[in-house]
């Protein structure tokens, strides 16, 4: 009775532990399911804004509040380049190594700030800095750029030169451009009027990729299946072992032996005298 308790108490945390492992799977895959749903919105956005018409700055953008819905929306901004206050952001994956995006105020007639991510240039050849960076045009321009989100500060802390930024963080930006800065979006150059000989290099489109993020989920799913899978098959084996071993401990009958028939010659030989003394 004892063996069977112990045996049962094994196999009740075996299955404990498969459901523990299957939670713990289901939330892995619904994390990653929400995340693929996240992209998919991403994707769709995209989809939606990259290639619309441009419209004013002052239509899509009449305060400092950019609505997520018209990020990546082309817009139409006329000013002039603050090129004494622009500033670079450090280690942009572009051409293969760590590059620099180039920030360029534009200051529109209104008095505001748009900060223009006019393209990436390559590091220098030496020293922390990038390469040479071409001069924006003079003068009134008008430049077409994609309206895009800040980002957020390094959550380590990192921080860059003089001269640099660690990402594209507008209020951060805003520190060297002044107060009229907007910090709710920045412009991604697309197109700028008067052209210039030199440009930065230009920024890529975004990735049409929807990531992992769904395969992921359906591995984690099969996961918690195979966990099931696999404590049914110790469960199985250790009831098969048990049975062998109790087949090799049961005692067994001996086997009859049958002995043959005593043959008794001289009642033969009687049984013969009979019959002849009848015939």
């Known amino acids: 009775m004892s063996i069977r308790r112990d045996t049962a108490l094994r196999w009740t945390a075996y299955v404990a532990v498969a459901i523990a492992f299957a939670i713990a799977c289901v939330f892995l895959s619904n994390w990653q399911f929400a995340r693929n749903g ?56 572009h051409g293969g190594t760590s590059a620099f995006e180039v920030l360029t105020p534009l200051r529109t007639s209104d008095g505001r700030v748009l900060i223009v991510d006019r393209g990436w240039v390559p590091p220098a050849e030496s020293g922390d800095g990038p390469s040479a960076i071409p001069a924006p045009p003079s003068g009134t321009v008008s430049v077409v750029v994609r309206l895009r989100a800040p980002e957020a500060l390094p959550t380590s802390g990192r921080t860059a ?25 920045y412009g991604v150059l697309v197109s700028e009027s008067p052209a210039v000989a030199e440009m930065p290099y230009a920024l890529d489109a975004p990735s049409e990729d929807p990531g992992p993020h769904l395969s992921y989920a359906i591995q984690w799913i099969l996961f918690a299946v195979m966990g099931f899978v696999f404590i049914g098959y110790i469960i199985r084996t250790e009831r098969r072992k048990r049975a062998e071993d ?25 049984d013969a005298i009979l019959d002849r003394a009848d015939a």
């Open 38 to 93: 996240e992209r998919a919105a991403q994707l769709a956005l995209v989809e939606r804004n990259y290639d619309a018409d441009a419209i004013p700055l002052d239509e899509m953008l009449p305060s400092d509040q950019l609505d997520p819905e018209s990020e990546w929306h082309p817009v139409v901004v006329v000013g002039e380049y603050v090129p004494e206050q622009q500033t670079v952001v450090r280690n942009r994956p």
């Open 246 to 270: 109790n087949d090799e401990t049961t005692p067994t009958a001996s086997p009859v032996v049958r002995r043959p028939a005593r043959v008794d010659r001289d009642a033969e030989q009687e």
């Open 161 to 185: 030169p003089a001269g640099q930024v660690p990402t594209i963080n507008l209020p951060l930006v805003a520190e060297t451009t002044g107060p009229t800065t907007l910090t709710s979006a």
